[in-house]
């Protein structure tokens, strides 16, 4: 089982820039795929990125793409997200969340955090 915890998340002007963070305590974080998905007010939860279990491979909404970077350390158990040129649409509250495999759906995640808030002002 997995433990999850985000920070980072905060209040951000537009074009700017903003790193959150995922710590992940428990057994064997580098056999979990992590995901970041981000849900805002009335909005369904949507996958942002996704890395696999080494960090060899990523993969990207098209929302985000070329503007967020996903990366983990496996000696930390932390997974981030770098988020760049942020506009006010990516106002959400941010998850991470591990799972087995690849996936762009929330439901096969069977661990997440509790989120942290990201406000992108105009």
């Known amino acids: 089982q997995v433990q999850l915890v985000e920070s980072g998340g905060g209040l951000v002007q537009a074009g700017g820039s903003l790193r959150i963070s995922c710590a992940a305590s428990?057994?064997?974080?580098?056999?979990?795929?992590m995901g970041w998905f981000r849900q805002a007010p009335g909005k369904e939860r949507e996958s942002v990125a996704a890395?696999?279990?080494?960090?060899?491979?990523?993969y990207y909404s098209d929302s985000v793409k070329g503007r967020f970077t996903i990366s983990r350390d496996n000696a930390k158990n932390t997974v981030y997200l770098q988020m760049n040129s942020l506009k006010p649409e990516d106002t959400a509250v941010y998850y991470c969340?591990?799972?087995?495999?690849?996936?762009?759906?929330?439901?096969?995640?069977?661990?997440w955090g509790q989120g942290t808030q990201v406000t992108v002002s105009s």
């Open positions: 428990g057994r064997d974080f580098s056999n979990y795929y």
């Open positions: 890395i696999s279990w080494s960090g060899s491979r990523t």
């Open positions: 969340a591990a799972g087995p495999q690849k996936a762009t759906t929330p439901q096969p995640y069977p661990y």
